[in-house]
């Protein structure tokens, strides 16, 4: 079966500092991965995926993503936090017949 | 364009009771899922359906129900709640294919007393 992994479940940051949240996955087949981002009070929203072209993955609102096979990893970086950038963001692997997410990491922006 | 849409947004229950929370997709989705998310544990798939008539269990099943009469519904329904179920729910939906996006409803609130 597939699964994430997320390293930490708590990441804060400075205003202008790199971001870096950690997603590790389990899959016997080539898998399809995802990063979403969740504001407080509301639903999913896709921040970017990997489908098995590039490697690096560019997604919205500065966002960016490797897929590194070797290291089975899938981390998510952004060069420079933004006040609105603190939220939840949940890393998920699709199957055949469905996506299993990591248990989410909060991000805290500081002043 | 509505996307997903959940009703109702907040919800509370007797434990006992019966409710059914309701799913509709516009977007000619064939796969539709329901998961809920509880602090931690990130989403957890409770049932999920690749079309009309056909229904699957996911990771936490235990006391749902669904059903897939057409392609734009998938209601989740509760036959008897229980505090254990007190949880934020997401009624999601994408093409079939593995590797496409999902989208997410805006969440149904249930709290179980």
């Known amino acids: 079966a597939q699964s994430v992994t997320q390293l930490g479940s708590h990441v804060s940051v400075s205003e202008g500092a790199l971001v870096l949240l950690r997603c590790n996955y389990s899959s016997s087949v080539p898998p399809y991965l995802f990063w979403y981002v969740q504001y407080p009070n509301q639903g999913l929203q896709l921040l970017l995926k990997y489908t098995s072209a590039a490697t690096l993955v560019k997604g919205i609102n500065g966002f960016e993503a490797e897929f590194k096979k070797s290291e089975t990893s899938f981390h998510l970086t952004k060069p420079s936090a933004h006040m609105s950038d603190a939220a939840e963001y949940f890393c998920?692997?699709?199957?055949?017949?469905?996506?299993?997410f990591g248990a989410g990491t909060r991000l805290t922006v500081k002043p | 364009n509505a996307g997903v849409t959940q009703t109702p947004k907040f919800q509370v229950l007797k434990t006992g009771q019966s409710m059914t929370l309701q799913c509709a997709q516009d977007m000619n989705h064939e796969y539709m899922s329901w998961y809920r998310q509880d602090p931690g544990m990130g989403l957890r798939l409770i049932h999920y359906?690749?079309?009309?008539?056909?229904?699957d269990q996911g990771e936490v099943p235990n006391g749902y129900n669904v059903s897939r009469s057409t392609t734009e519904d998938f209601p989740l329904r509760l036959l008897s709640a229980a505090p254990s179920q007190t949880s934020v729910y997401f009624c999601?939906?994408?093409?079939?294919?593995?590797?496409?996006?999902?989208?997410f409803g805006e969440g149904s609130w249930l709290t179980v007393v």
């Open positions: 998920a692997v699709s199957g055949d017949n469905d996506m299993r």
């Open positions: 999601a939906s994408s093409p079939t294919d593995s590797g496409n996006t999902i989208y």
């Open positions: 359906s690749v079309g009309a008539g056909i229904t």
